[in-house]
């Protein structure tokens, strides 16, 4: 059964054009992530949420911004496009507190391409 | 907190060897490790993770061992199988904050047949 999904698989869009991706869990956790991908390099944290609290990194793009309506769904969206922004967005879950693990869970990542 | 690898480097090993892999962190108040098996167009999947108060930790055909005064990680797998190719990440919480996580340059492993 899929814990943390991902919409849309693969996204292009156009240079300045905004988009918009989705993460979806069925975890009940109360921490998400959202992490950048580019091609043979390590994940970058851009923010996440521990419950309804935003936590940006200092150097995240204003570019980057994001959304969580509630505990199951979180949102990326990505302004004004860059070619430079093409890369796989993943999204990670992890329950915070009380367990021995603070295991992250990913799901498939979104691969964004930028024309 | 952060490293980024540009390039990977790589481990090539033969089907039922060892596989040694290391890693180098950054922050010496990190409390909590994790290593990472990432495979070609999916996201990373936990393999084992390490408490700082520990020094070594095993699972099903992995350890982990942690070296604290060098800030150094390794992970060992016993047996290598063709399935175990991926890119492997170490990852580090942040100080006093195990909701933060940052990962370490990856290494890609190729197991030959």
């Known amino acids: 059964d899929a814990m943390v999904i991902q919409n849309p698989r693969y996204q292009v869009t156009q240079f300045g054009k905004p988009v918009t991706l989705s993460c979806s869990q069925t975890l009940n956790h109360n921490v998400m992530y959202w992490y950048q991908q580019k091609s043979s390099q390590a994940p970058k944290l851009l923010f996440h949420?521990?419950?309804?609290?935003?936590?940006n990194e200092a150097d995240t793009p204003d570019n980057f911004q994001s959304r969580r309506p509630n505990t199951s769904f979180c949102f990326l969206d990505i302004r004004s496009p860059g070619l430079g922004d093409a890369a796989m967005y993943l999204c990670?879950?992890?329950?915070?507190?009380?367990?021995?693990?603070?295991?992250?869970?990913f799901g498939p990542g979104t691969r964004l391409t930028v024309t | 907190g952060e490293s980024v690898g540009l390039h990977l480097p790589t481990l090539s090993v033969q089907e039922g060897d060892n596989s040694i892999i290391n890693c180098a962190y950054s922050n010496s108040a990190s409390d909590y490790f994790i290593w990472y098996k990432q495979e070609s167009g999916k996201g990373p999947q936990f393999i084992i993770d390490i408490r700082s108060n520990m020094d070594k930790r095993q699972g099903q055909r992995v350890t982990v061992l942690l070296n604290k005064t060098v800030k150094h990680l390794s992970l060992q797998i016993a047996a290598t199988q063709p399935g175990d190719s991926a890119v492997y990440f170490c990852a580090e919480t942040a100080p006093y904050n195990f909701n933060k996580f940052y990962f370490g340059s990856g290494t890609k492993l190729n197991v030959k047949p």
């Open positions: 949420y521990y419950d309804k609290d935003f936590n």
């Open positions: 990670a879950t992890s329950r915070e507190g009380g367990a021995a693990s603070y295991e992250q869970y």
